[in-house]
């Protein structure tokens, strides 16, 4: 089976695009391989950890390159490039426009921070707690043009205590993304 080509996209912290990663460099996601970061913002924790682990690097705000639909346009031409047949959005804080999703379309993956359809959008733990819910969870899925809608891969539940905080809830989160991103991303790569 022939390799297939990873874009990460992310705008923060980056932790789910390390978790990759580490695990695409283990030969885990094979035949996935992670190739590229791409970033609308260029002084993330996520770009400085790719640089430093010299994964290839795109990153620009969209004001940098005259808007959303150049700077779209512009990763396009560079995953053609790079010859990347799947991206994984991994806390890439921004909708996807058409000049991306078209291309795309199918093969490309968002992680969301709870049990879509509940809670769309920014801040989903917070709004779980808000919510005063007993349970929250993690969603992968296909990326369609709405805001974290599209067609659902695998899910996850996750409690919450009464006692937990943002902290403490996020870590939960992140426990669970990081077990299931990457063997989603290899499943998905298996049946690319
Ligand atoms: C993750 O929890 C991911 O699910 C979320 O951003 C976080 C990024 O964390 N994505 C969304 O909310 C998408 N709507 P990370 O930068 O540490 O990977």
Redesign the pocket.
């Known amino acids: 089976m022939s390799e297939i080509r990873i874009a990460v996209f ?10 990759l990663h580490e695990v695409s460099e283990r030969g885990e996601l094979a035949p996935g391989k992670v190739v590229l970061l791409v970033s609308d913002q260029p002084s993330c ?2 770009v400085s950890y790719a640089r430093k682990a010299h994964v290839p690097v795109i990153a620009h705000t969209f004001k940098e390159l005259g808007g959303k639909a150049a700077w779209e346009a512009h990763v396009v031409e560079k995953l053609r490039e790079e010859g990347v047949s799947l991206i994984a ?5 921004r909708l996807v426009g058409d000049t991306l999703l078209s291309p795309y379309k199918g093969r490309m993956i ?4 709870s049990y879509l359809p509940e809670f ?6 917070q709004q779980a707690l808000d919510a005063k819910v007993p349970e929250t969870g ?1 969603t992968i899925h296909f990326v369609d043009e709405g ?2 809608s599209g067609p659902i891969i695998d899910q996850r539940r996750i409690q919450i205590e009464p006692t937990d905080t943002h902290e403490t809830l ?1 870590q939960k ?2 426990a669970v ?1 990081h077990q299931l991103f990457p063997q989603v991303v290899q499943r998905v790569c298996t049946s690319c």
């Open positions: 992310a705008s923060g912290t980056g932790s789910n695009f390390r978790r924790l996520a959005l991994a806390g890439y804080m968002n992680i969301h921070p769309p959008g920014l801040d989903a733990v993690v805001l974290d996020l989160v992140h993304e």
